[in-house]
Structure formats: structure tokens, C-alpha cells
């Protein structure tokens, strides 16, 4: 047991010295009523090949998630995500964006990457998070994706073939991963800030 | 780890190790083949191309529709051209809505944005939902200036399988780019598996293996001890393999060993007393004539007048004489027990053993009644198959006859009227023929079962001890075994179990 807990300290305390490494970028980081609100750019995910593959035709993915940590922990206080499906019309020439049940239509690429991977003011977690660690030192991580299969749509392209062998199941969740994983990841943390008090 | 386990358990590892990792080498390179056949690169291209081709469409179709609102612009420039006025803008419209597939509606306006003319296509009967934009066209004839908005659709569906498509497409190249680490991740699961069967495998073999060197260890122990001298020795023996036959074949050499050394013993004790009997029987016999002589002498060379010391003489000499004639009988069976000669074997049936006996029954039974036959009821059986051993019939007839008149005794003693009974039978098992002699007497206690057939050891005031030590040596030369226990009538049982011929 004691070697189990030994293991589980040590990955634990492995991934949050991982997450403290990552490289800090400008985050613009204002408090409203108890909750952080946070602003940052993430448009370098928007590569030369990721900008081809939005202006393709086909329907895109642009998933951006922040989570607040405390300095030192691996520990997530809140997470925010929000995603956008980006579809250029080719029979209008301009770009559909669809932000959860909302769709707005969008000239050019550039105001795409602006809607969708420009933050400003984002409420990252709420109040009720943040009360606990008044005075603590803690750090935001993003993470920008392009193009992740969902989880749900995952399970539905790739699923195990009926039997009851135990090597399948097991091999189709790790092919899963990989496979649906995002085709282009940027993460970076923000500067130290300090729960207020 | 005892270096017997050690071996075996390489053995187990080696094999399954050899086994399952020649699976492993054998299904990383079928994993790879078939995966390598499952997600073709050719399979991969046709579908990017087939998006392409999905592409391309949309995109004519988005380059025929300029190209119709430009027809339109051009038709509506030449009316306007021709006629000055707008009067037949609508059915000139109205053609070209006909001709054009594209063209779902067409809405002519002038600079102050009032309407000129607007025609429209019927709605589609399947009623598919259609996707419409509108392409603007400005169209200036003389002094009239006209926006034409011509509207054009086509079928939604094309979008939707263009989409579904690019996602086919796209899962199909991902599965593509990874073919590599697809076969690994299979192959490093299938060997992780095969590592955890291997470690199971290892475990059972160790738990086995265990198993089979603790009997083992267990037999060399025992061994030793039987090398020491310990004969009680014996190992259990619960499985049905192997070291169980192992184990019981040990426990029947011990067994053997122990019966031996018994019989061994027992011959020799009986050996040493025949010894001492055949001395004493020299030493007393030679002074008994000269005792009885001495005496007769006495009695008949008294011619004195004491007729009292005469009658003393007289009881003297009576007691002299019977005690010799009591030495006598005893000297005479000691001398018998010393010259009891080695049993000499020869196939015979039991059965007609047990025939000469039931002839000498009448002869002991008037023997124990001292002249009339005791009134004892014998009864003497056999089976009706032969029953073939290796037997000396007279010697064993014999050791048979004492133990038969020792139960008619014990049965007339105790039913010295009538309701005495003594059963004698012969039958055979497997292995073993028996001959059986039991009564209804008192019995013979059970810690005195095992010294009955001691010599020297009886519980009669006239026996000698002799007749049963002489029936055991008897059995025991004839490589049996005599036995004692309770009768199911209440008396004595005594079996006497002599080996089949062509058994062990």
C-alpha cells in the first residue's frame, strides 16, 4: 500500500513540477466580484498549415481551455473551456463560427482567429473557487487545441469489435487517444498572481 | 528455493516465455501487415480525392451561379437595350428562370431601390432543403439604372456530404499518420498481457513446483529415517499423479520392510527358543529315568515293619512318578517345538486343507471331553472355487489343529453342556487366501492379542505356550500372516492369511 501512495505522490508531484515548467506568456488577469477574469492571445496556434485547414471547407475545431492552479500544486481550482467550429462557406466565401448554440458569419480568417483564440475578460472560475486560497499565489494554464475529436464522437468512430477478448478494449481506448488527440496543441501558464484578499 | 524447484520453474519460464514471445515476435509482425493492409494509403488518397471532388462541385456550382447571374445581367441589359421599358422585364425574367437550374428567383430594382420587376420559382415538390444566396449584378441601359438580385440555391445535402466526407477523410488520414503506433500499441498491450500471464504462469509453476518438492523433500527425509532405522515411517498421499505413486510405492517398500524385520524377528526369537527348548528337554529328559527308577526302587526295597513310613514311601513315589510323567509330556513338546522343522512349500489347495481338518475334528473333540466328544458344535467351511497357495499341508495342518483345539477347549469350558460353537472357513480374497477360526467362548482379552503368540505364554495351567508361537512361525514361513480379534459371536477370531499363488 505504502509503495502505491509512494507512486501516486510521486506522479502527482512529477506533473505539477511539468505544469509550473511551462513556458509563462502575458496574461492579462483582473478580478470581478471574487473571480478572475482572464485575457490572453493563443493565435500562434493558427499555424500556416492550421490557417489551410480552416479555409478548407471542412468543418473545424478550435477548442481553448484555461485552468487555475495554485503555485506548487497540481491541484485545478476551476477550468474553462470553450470551443469553436469554424467552416469556411463555400458558397458564400465567408466563415461560419458556431460557439455553443450561437453562429455568427465572419469575413475573413483573420477576424476568426480573433473571435475564437483572442481572450478578453473571460470569467475563469467563480468565486467560490477562489475564496478558499484569499492570499495564495496561484497561475492560470491555457491550453489551445486545433481540430480534437470530441470524446463522444471518439467513442463513436472508433469503437471495440464485439467479443470478449481483454487485448481489445484496453489497445481501442490508447489508439483512441492518439488519435483523436488535437493535430496542434499550444499550452503556456501565466505570471504568479496572488489571490486577492 | 530448493534447487529442484529452481529447475522447474526455468523449465515453466522457458516455455512459456519461449511461447508467448514467439507469439509476440510472430503478432507484431501479423499486427503490422494487417493493419498495413486495413488502412491503405491508396484507400486514404481516394478519399482525400473524393473530398476534392466534393470541393470542386461546390465550387463550379458557386462559379456557375456567377456566371448565371451575369447571363441574367446581360439578358435584362439587352431587354432594356431594346425596349426602353420594362414591360416584358417579367417574362423575359421569367424565361430565364426556366433555363437557369440555379436560378430560384430573379428581383429587378431601380436607383431608388422600387421594385421593377420579381419573378419566382415554384418551390421544390421533394421539398429538400436548399441553400440560396443572392448574387447582385448592376445593370445600367441609357439613363436606367437596375440592380438585378438573383437568387440561387442548391440542394444542402451537397454541403452535408462534403462535410461528412472531409471527416471520413480526416479519422482515415489520422489512423494513416499513426499506422506505426497503432501495431505497436497492440503489440506493446498483447505484450504486457503475455508478461502478466508469464507472471501468473510463474506463480502457479512456483505454487506447484512447491508442491511437488515439499513431497519430494518429504520422501528423502523419510528416506533417511528408514535409513536410520526407522521403519514406522509413512508419508500421506492425497493426489493422483506421479509422486503419489512415488510415495505410495515407498510406503509399501516400508511396509514391506517393516513385515519383514517383524517375521525376521520373530523367526529369530522363535529360533533362539527352540534352542533353549531343545537344552532344557536334553537337560531334564536325562535325569527323569534315573529319578523314576530311584524312586520305584525305594518303594519296592522297603521290607520294614513301619507301615506308615511304607505308605509315605508310597505317596512319595506316586507323586515322584506323575510329576515325571508331567516333566515327560513337557520335554516331549519342548523336544517337538526344538525339532519343528523348517515348512517346506508346495502348491495346494486351502480347501482340501480345511477337508483333513473337519477328518480330525471328531478325534480332538474326544480328545477335550476326555474320552466322550465334548459337546461343541463344529462347523467347517470352504468356497467352492480352489483356493491355490504355496503351502507345507502337514505343518500347517498342524499350527490349524492347535489353534481348533484351543477354541474347543475355551467354548467347553465355557458351554461345558451344549451351545458351544467354533466355525472354521477358508475363502479368498484378490490377493490373499484366509483361513478363519472363530468361537462363541470368552474370548481373549485385547491387550493380551499381541503376546499370545509369544512362546512360553499361556493362560491354562497345563499349557506350555508353545502351540500358538508354534502356529505363528508355521504362517510367518509361509510368508503370511496370523492374526487375532474378536469373534462377531463373542469369542476369539483368529485369521491366517497366506499369499495367492501368482499374487506379489
Known sequence: MKYWLAALVLLTASAAYAQSQLPPRDVGVTWSRGAPKVSFSAKDLADERVREELSSGLRKRLVVSVGSHLKGSNWRMSMRQFACDVTLDLWDDDYLVRIGNQTERLKSLEQVLNRCLSVEGLFAGEPKNYEPQKGKEMYFVVRAEFNPISKKQCSELIRPTSGNDPVGPITVNIVRRRICRAERTIEFRSEYVRVPE | MSRFERKILFAIGLSVFLALGGSIFLAQGALREVYRVGVNERFGAELVHGVEARRGQLMALRSGSEQVADAVGWAVEAEMTKRRNTSRLESVLQELVERYELVYGIRVTDGEGQEVASVSRESDPSGAPMRTTTRDRHVEAGRTKL??????????????????????????????????????????????????????????GAIVSRRVTRRVTALAEASRQVGAGDLTVTLPTGATDEVTELTQAFNDMVRDLRDSRTRIEYLQRIGAW??????????IKNPLTPIQLAAQEMGETYDGENEAYRKKLQHARAIIEEEVATLRRLVGEFSAFAKLPRADLSPSDLCDLIQSIEDSVPAILEDVGGGTPAPVEVRVSCATEPIRVRMDPMMLKRGVDNILRNAIQAVYEAHPSSGGRVFVRAYATEAAGFIEVRDNGPGISKENWDRVFDPYYTSRAEGTGLGLAIVKKVVLEHGGEVRLDRAPEGGARFSIELPLMGSR
Not at chain 2, 152 to 179: K, N, T
Not at chain 2, 274 to 283: C, G, P
Open chain 2, 147 to 204: 440592380l438585378i438580385a438573383v437568387e440561387v440555391a442548391v440542394p444542402d445535402v451537397y454541403f452535408e456530404r462534403l462535410q461528412e466526407a472531409g471527416a471520413a477523410s480526416e479519422v482515415y488520414s489520422r489512423l494513416q499518420r499513426q499506422s506505426a503506433s497503432v501495431s505497436d500499441v497492440y503489440v506493446w498491450v498483447f505484450g504486457v498481457m503475455v508478461f502478466l500471464v508469464i507472471i501468473v504462469a510463474f506463480l502457479i
Open chain 2, 274 to 283: 527352540q534352542d533353549f527348548a531343545r537344552r532344557l528337554a536334553h537337560e
